[in-house]
């Protein structure tokens, strides 16, 4: 039988429950991961080569999966959000560089 507590601090009476990761993720189907990965190409190659900074690519990457998260599925949907918020995400990321 699996044991689903998880020991916390090393001290006996010490437990959480032990939840997997992966029963936290969200599931999407291969059209939608396919759609989500043409939606970013597409975002990332409107984006000036000088305005490519680190991390970009990941945080477009995550405003499209919450999108999706967030019912929005379709290839010009999800581009639109992630083209709604490029400016934003830049200027986060550029913000300490000056």
């Known amino acids: 039988m699996q044991n689903n507590l998880t020991l916390v601090s090393g001290k006996p009476g010490h437990v959480l429950p032990y939840e997997p990761a992966e029963d936290k993720a969200m599931q999407y189907s291969s059209e939608l991961i396919h759609t989500m990965r ?7 190659a409107s984006v000036p080569a000088h305005q490519s900074v680190f991390g970009l690519k990941a945080a477009v990457a995550e405003c499209i999966l919450k999108a ?24 986060m990321l550029t913000w300490g560089a000056v």
Do not use: K, R
């Open 68 to 91: 999706a998260a967030h019912g929005q599925t379709s290839y010009d949907g999800l581009v639109e959000s992630a083209s709604d918020q490029i400016q934003t995400i830049l200027a």
């Open 38 to 44: 043409q939606a970013l190409e597409t975002v990332m």
